[in-house]
């Protein structure tokens, strides 16, 4: 607070301030201590002038492929992912939640939930690939969709939609009628 009233509450005049004058001009600041409160400025400074961050708006299952394909089209094994959104259908975070084999991977109902709990998220997308070439959902696949949206729902978190994605096709729960 001293610091402060030193410039009159003006963070522009600290933040001009060098780390030899800080050390000066206030009793007990050595120089660790003005190197960090130099940096916390310019961190700042630098965050004040950085473009806020662009996220995805979600409209459609072809909006989810177009997010998903990159990063699940190539791998040999299933991944599976899932998008948070918020009430404007913008992509707060993309998960991982699990890295299986070749013809499945595991998921956990909680992992899913917590993950959309912390975010603050009212929408979760379900993404996952089949390294198989086939697209068609396992029933393993339909068993974690139904759970997911059951225990969502208690939540009042909405499952929006499952991505099966595969060789440049895609399943999408919600257009074929079975969320």
Known sequence: MFILNSVNNNLNALGKLSVKELMFKFKGIGKVKAITINAA????????????????VIHSSSDVYRIFYPLLC????????????????????????SQGGISETSADLRIILKA?????AVGIILCHNHPSGNPRPSRQDDLLTQHLRDAARLLEIQLLDH????????YSYSDEGTL
């Open 74 to 97: 190539d791998l040999p094994h299933e991944e599976l992912w899932i998008a948070l959104t918020n009430r404007s259908s913008l992509v707060i975070e993309k998960v991982k939640i």
């Open 116 to 120: 959309a709990i912390n975010a603050l």
């Open 41 to 56: 400025l310019e961190l700042g400074k630098r965050r004040g002038n950085s473009d806020p961050v662009q996220r995805p």
């Open 163 to 170: 991505i099966v994605l595969a060789d440049g096709s895609y």
